[in-house]
């Protein structure tokens, strides 16, 4: 799949953007702070209606226009993807309105394909795209959260079953930690607590089981490319599921073993299903105490280990980043496996951090990709090669002109 067309408004620091995009590699270029990684956000929000970076959603609006006296600013990003079948329009809104003195104001997004409305969940799957950021190498140093949230993005791209699955989960989940905490009031029924955990244990097994097949796909291919492509066969690399559903006081060697097994075909959901609500019934009165549900998908992680070692305390900085690289380059690949097109690839910055033998690596990824867009601050890094057969895009300022060298703007 590719995107044609890209239009922005007060998203960021762009006012107003129109682009045309072609298939193949897109180079935007430009010193910093001019809208480079901005614009890679954009296509990714539209792909995942989630921002890598803000905190809050309304961030993203531009701040001249959020500062203006207008009672509604209105962001709007849409883009015109071209999948094999067929062509769509994505459109997301973002909304702000101020009702009389409140300068606040409140906030909400809309999301529109073919310009019907939608709800946001169902823009999902329609562009699909693997970013890659220099700050990715957190998945591996960072906190369980992030790497779940990794997870749960990618998989929510191509499977909307899982993600309506998680958001129905986290919804009960929610519903139940309030009853918890009644309880412990003395406020809340005990008899009621049931009906919660059975509809955790439910959409709870299903998240378990998916993720599970999730990375054994995903660390076959990051092993294959990482012994392969990236390290000649000197290194091995394996992604680790680590589900917690043992409570506070896990042992490790427990929670690993429980990844294998849930990893294993014979896994079925009916066995994950006992097995969690065994689990959760053993939680329960620590539960209660603490006014919290402490086992479940919700609280699962993941990890790198290098030829059997914890990535995250024995790896150099290089080989963390040619960890994240081979995961990188197999989540594009195992994206295409899955739904039988190539994602859009969006590397911010990337290229720079990389040694020649792995930078080539990337760069071949790159030119087979059906569409890429990549940024730089300098074009010097990128060979001729691969310049000649980019669209080079300089931005200034959220503004996107053409590069002398690759003819004139069309607009
Ligand atoms: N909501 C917003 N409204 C207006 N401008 C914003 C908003 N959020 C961020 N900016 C500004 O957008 C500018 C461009 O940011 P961006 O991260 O895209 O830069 P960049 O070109 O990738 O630079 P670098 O090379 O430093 O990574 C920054 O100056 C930032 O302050
Ligand atoms: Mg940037």
New binding site residues.
Partial sequence: MYISHLSLTN???YGRLELELSPGATL?Y????????????AVYYLATTRSPHAEYDN????????QSEELVVVGRLVAQVQTAAEMKRLEMRLILERNGRARQGSFRREALVDRRKMRLMDLLGHLRVVLFLPEDVQLITGSPGERRRYMDITLCQIDAAYCRALSQYNKVLEQRNALLRQIAEGSGSLDVLPVFTDKLVNLGSQILRRRALFLAELARETQRVHYELLTNGRETIRLQYVPRLAGNGTVEEESVALGEWLQAAEASLATIKTRLAEAVRQAQPADIARGATSVGPHRDDWRFLLNGRALSSYGSRGQQRTAILALKMAEISWMTAVTGEQPILLL??VVAELDAQRRAALLQTVQSAQQAIL?A?DPAMFTAEFLANAVSLK?EN?RISYAESTGSPDQ
Avoid: S
């Fill in positions: 998203f960021r620091n935007l430009g010193q910093n702070a001019q809208g480079k990684t901005n614009l890679l956000e961030q993203l609006l531009n701040w001249d226009a959020g911010d910055e940024t601050t931005v959220g």
